[in-house]
């Protein structure tokens, strides 16, 4: 067993891990924070993207023990208080869900990507998403929901 410390939406963590245990399976066996999905194990779907010190990042493939020290932000993190996140609400008034499996790992990976590019183009949304797979939709309205949240952030930073 390994000791860690991690800080998961601004809770710092410390826990004893197996040094082969999965960050997927950590957040969500010893946290209980399973709004991070397990899709694939192989790193293809995207639906356990979280991030680790600011950076998107599929944990399904990073191990528990490589995060000692970092902080990680999960899909539950990103609303502050009850006030969801704008891609959170752009997913919903914009339908750019289904099933919803991947939706969490859709909107991580669609928040680091605004994190890096405010004002994305429907192309550069399109490649920033490449690494997220959604079974049900045709991504139209994924698309349309990341847009809303760049307009709608765009938005409450002018009015700052």
């Known amino acids: 067993m390994t000791t860690i410390t991690v800080t998961v939406n601004g809770v ?3 826990s004893e891990v ?9 957040l969500r066996e010893h946290l209980n924070l399973t709004g991070t999905h397990i899709g694939c194990d192989t790193s293809q779907c995207g639906a356990c993207v979280v991030h680790i010190n600011g950076v998107s990042v ?3 493939t990073t191990l528990a023990v490589q995060c000692d020290g970092a902080e990680i932000t999960t899909i ?4 502050q208080d009850v006030q969801l996140h704008p891609l959170q609400e752009g997913f919903w008034e914009k339908h750019g869900l289904q099933c919803g499996f991947c939706t969490p790992g859709m909107i991580m990976a669609a928040a680091d990507l605004l994190k ?4 994305p183009s429907e192309e ?3 490649h920033g998403l490449e690494g997220n797979l959604c079974r ?4 139209e309205n994924i698309v349309r929901a990341v847009r809303y949240a760049a ?9 700052d």
């Open 136 to 139: 049900c939709t045709g991504y």
């Open 76 to 79: 539950e993190g990103l609303a």
């Open 116 to 119: 890096r590019n405010p004002n």
């Open 12 to 14: 710092r963590h410390t």
């Open 18 to 26: 197996e040094p082969r245990l999965l960050l997927v399976h950590y």
């Open 124 to 126: 550069e949304i399109r």
């Open 58 to 60: 599929k944990s399904c």
């Open 151 to 159: 307009e709608k952030m765009a938005a409450m930073q002018a009015a």
